[in-house]
């Protein structure tokens, strides 16, 4: 029979282990998926007066040429997206 000395060591050793383990799972999820998303977001909440005005005159004149258009959507789409905004209204009755 072990003594109560050894398992405690062995469970302090399998806890040090896990703990390293969680965290090395951790940084290689955060560095994969996490990192360049966030660092979109960090450029984006950065910009400057000059950029934020280029880029409102881009998304506007985006919006003009969507408007110009006589059909934004395909059919395909227009129908997705009609299918959608009755899934929504009815669950929202």
């Known amino acids: ?3 109560p000395e050894s398992n405690l060591k062995i469970f302090f050793i399998k806890l040090v282990a ?6 090395l ?10 990192a360049d998303k966030l ?5 984006i909440s950065n910009l400057d007066k000059n950029t934020a005005e280029v ?5 506007r004149s985006e919006l003009k040429s969507g408007i110009e258009k006589d059909k934004i959507l395909s059919d395909e789409d227009a129908i997705l997206i009609k299918e959608f905004i009755e899934k929504i209204s009815s669950e929202l009755k």
């Not at 896990?18 to 965290?23: D, K, L, N």
């Not at 799972?25 to 996490?34: A, K, R, S, T």
């Not at 880029?55 to 998304?59: A, C, P, Y």
Request: aromatic fraction near 14%.
């Open 18 to 23: 896990i703990t390293f383990a969680i965290i």
């Open 1 to 3: 029979m072990m003594k």
């Open 39 to 43: 660092e979109i977001l960090n450029k």
């Open 25 to 34: 799972i951790i940084n290689v999820f955060y560095n994969i998926f996490l």
């Open 55 to 59: 880029l409102k005159d881009k998304i």
